[in-house]
């Protein structure tokens, strides 16, 4: 069974630094993706980032990207230039690809860092 | 692009009623939905999983009796809450997983903004 560890239930830091969330999974799956979701008050989950097992390249998108360390099953996310929009819950979570090897595609979550940005 | 809708965003109910809730994939045709529940302060849990056309996968310990899924088309899930209790007070989220389009990963699930059930 797929599992996913996310090691700090709560982070903060001041606006325009840099910030890293840890995660963590298990899995004996060789294909597969990984995201980081973001929950912020409203409490709308939105897609931050995501990266295919297969590619060895790190996902960026703008101030985000990812450490991917697939021999060591790590995910961490770097939020660079931290905004205090950024302030929100994230989750990191796993699925099994890809959806056309009959993979439901069901999401395995953590349980969340909570992230403060303060002023 | 990758809109889900959820309707209602609230409802509130006796206890012994039954509550739909919808989903709709607003700009792309959906493979698959899910359907999440969480408790403040807690990750998503998984309920179910449904597919058009079929019926829905139920986690262990979802009574399927007491939410009923379906999956009418390939922008429309439902979840019915029947007989509803205060423990089914929690928040519903509900997501999709894009069907082919090349633009868009097919392993990536789009969430809508969810719905609050509170039940007296």
């Known amino acids: 069974a797929q599992t996913v560890t996310q090691s700090q239930p709560e982070m903060s830091v001041q606006e325009a630094e840099t910030v890293t969330l840890s995660c963590t999974y298990d899995?004996?799956?060789?294909?597969?993706?990984l995201f980081w979701y973001k929950q912020p008050p409203s409490r709308q989950m939105i897609l931050v980032i995501r990266?295919?097992?297969?590619?060895?390249q790190n996902a960026t998108e703008n101030r985000f990207s990812v450490n991917f360390q697939k021999a060591a099953k790590s995910f961490s996310l770097k939020i660079s230039d931290s905004q205090l929009g950024d302030t929100a819950m994230y989750f990191c979570a796993f699925t099994k690809g890809p959806a056309y090897g009959g993979s439901q595609g069901n999401l395995i979550f953590g349980k969340g860092t909570k992230l403060s940005v303060k002023p | 692009g990758a809109v889900v809708s959820q309707h209602p965003s609230r409802v509130i109910c006796k206890s012994g009623t039954s509550v739909k809730i919808e989903c709709r994939s607003l700009?792309?045709?959906?493979?698959?939905m899910f359907w999440y529940r969480q408790f403040p302060k807690q990750s998503l849990m998984l309920m179910a999983t449904?597919?058009?056309?079929?019926?829905?996968?139920?986690e262990q310990g979802v009574e399927k009796d007491k939410f009923l899924i379906n999956h009418a088309s390939l922008t429309l899930s439902t979840l019915t809450v029947t007989s509803a209790h205060p423990e089914d007070s929690s928040f519903y989220i509900c997501?999709?997983?894009?069907?082919?389009?090349?633009?868009?990963?097919?392993?990536?699930?789009?969430f809508g903004p969810g719905t609050r059930l509170t039940v007296l």
């Open positions: 449904s597919n058009e056309g079929s019926k829905a996968t139920y």
């Open positions: 990266q295919e097992a297969y590619k060895q």
């Open positions: 700009d792309f045709q959906a493979t698959t």
């Open positions: 997501s999709a997983r894009d069907r082919d389009s090349p633009r868009r990963s097919t392993d990536t699930q789009y």
């Open positions: 899995t004996s799956e060789n294909n597969y993706y």
